[in-house]
């Protein structure tokens, strides 16, 4: 009979580790939970069962399995494994159908290398975890505990679910800002336009007319449409927002400025708080889903902290971390780091008591979730006025500089 290792905690918490002889790895967790245990990873064949047998081919070069996956296609992916693992198909015949269905790519590659670990005796789980830029921790973690509780159609489902509204709520915010972006840009195509053709012509004329002798705004408007049009100033202006996105693509490579750049967003008037909801509304619905999926809440809080996409929030986490490892609750480190209100802070403390955690952060999540919803409505509300005041003031500029000296020639011919 195979023997399989195995790690599990036991009533107490502690750490366990040992074998059991099953015929397989679902008879192998359940005696390990009749012996009162909690299994922490599925349990492994021991020796070599996960060696390829004898007479089959050699294994696939992995070639073009490095790239990463859409979150589309992930999502997609794990809606549909869990239809069929609750259909009752195994895991590697799911794997082939999906794999079938897949077009040509990145994604299609990874899943048969997955298939391929999987019929050489891996768990799903460790076939996954070895193609990272494709499944995160959250996901193989996630799965890790699905095949331990067996409930790996129900987690998969969940991860679906969990992957869409992270996914709508990354769309709302891309959303509110196409306008605002497209104006602009339209904006600055019509200034640089008229800096570039117009600009130029009535100067020689004006000059012409007052014989040099122009006010100090039809000067300097003169001045910088020279400066655009001669100067290579229009290369500059195009050339700023690539140079500013570098820059703070090159800051965020160290935590230090991940996090200053963080809490300056935080700190920024009414794009605070959208930045503020947003970042919570991650993190909780993260940690949600990983207690909910059954990982234990130390290592949920790590891979939330992980994933968290703020520095701000990560260290936040971490400092939970170390408090809970200490005998603390979640909530009493979390009201001492002063990052969220305190409103979240007693919905975690009420869920501790009422052992509902899981359940709480994911409300938690979706309030904050409908809080945006009417943020991103007001933002937008507020960016339209503002935007025509600012092209308002941009086109007054530009008029009024024209007609100065054009009143002052009429005034002096009367």
């Not at 700023?240 to 967003?265: E, N």
């Amino acid at each position: 009979m195979p023997v399989f290792q195995y790690e599990a905690l036991d009533s107490n918490g502690q750490e366990v580790k040992g074998q059991v002889d099953a015929l397989s790895g679902e008879e192998a967790l359940s005696k390990i939970r009749n012996m009162g245990y909690f299994p922490t990873k599925p349990p492994k064949p021991k020796g070599g069962a996960r060696e390829k047998k004898a007479g089959s081919s050699k294994p696939k070069s992995r070639r073009g399995a490095g790239g990463s996956v859409k979150v589309k296609q992930l999502t997609q992916f794990a809606r549909q494994l869990s239809t069929l693992q609750d259909a009752g198909l195994p895991i590697l015949r799911s794997l082939r159908i999906l794999e079938e269905q897949q077009k040509p790519g990145t994604f299609k590659r990874v899943i048969g290398y997955v298939a391929d670990d999987i019929e050489g005796g891996a768990t799903l789980s460790e076939a996954l975890g070895k193609f990272p830029k494709a499944f995160n921790r959250l996901f193989v973690n996630m799965v890790a505990a699905g095949e331990v509780g067996g409930v790996l159609d129900v987690i998969l489902a969940r991860l679906a679910d969990f992957m869409e509204k992270a996914q709508k709520l990354k769309a709302k915010i891309k959303g509110a800002m196409v306008y605002p972006i497209v104006v602009m840009g339209a904006a600055f195509g019509i200034v640089m336009g008229l800096m570039l053709g117009v600009i130029p012509k009535f100067s020689e004329v004006l000059k012409e007319m007052t014989g040099g002798e122009l006010p100090g705004l039809t000067r300097g408007l003169m001045a910088t449409s020279d400066w655009i049009a001669f100067k290579y100033g229009w290369a500059v202006l195009i050339a700023i927002p690539f140079i500013w996105i570098m820059a703070l693509r090159l800051i965020r490579q160290f935590p230090t400025g991940r996090l200053v750049m963080d809490l300056i967003y935080l700190k920024m008037p009414v794009i605070g708080q959208l930045v503020y909801k947003t970042g919570v509304a991650r993190w909780t619905r993260t940690l949600g889903t990983l207690i909910s999926a059954g990982v234990p809440i130390l290592e949920a809080i790590n891979i939330t902290a992980e994933t968290s996409g703020s520095e701000v929030y990560s260290n936040m986490l971490r400092k939970v971390h170390n408090a809970i490892r200490q005998g603390d609750t979640f909530a009493n480190p979390l009201r001492q780091t002063k990052t969220v209100d305190g409103l979240v802070v007693n919905m975690i403390d009420v869920g501790e008591e009422t052992g509902d955690m899981d359940k709480m952060l994911i409300k938690i999540a979706n309030n904050f979730d409908e809080e945006i919803d009417v943020l991103v409505g007001s933002l937008m509300s507020l960016l339209e006025p503002i935007m025509i005041l600012v092209l308002g003031a941009i086109v007054g500029v530009i008029v009024l500089a024209i007609f100065l000296p054009m009143v002052k020639i009429i005034t002096s011919l009367m």
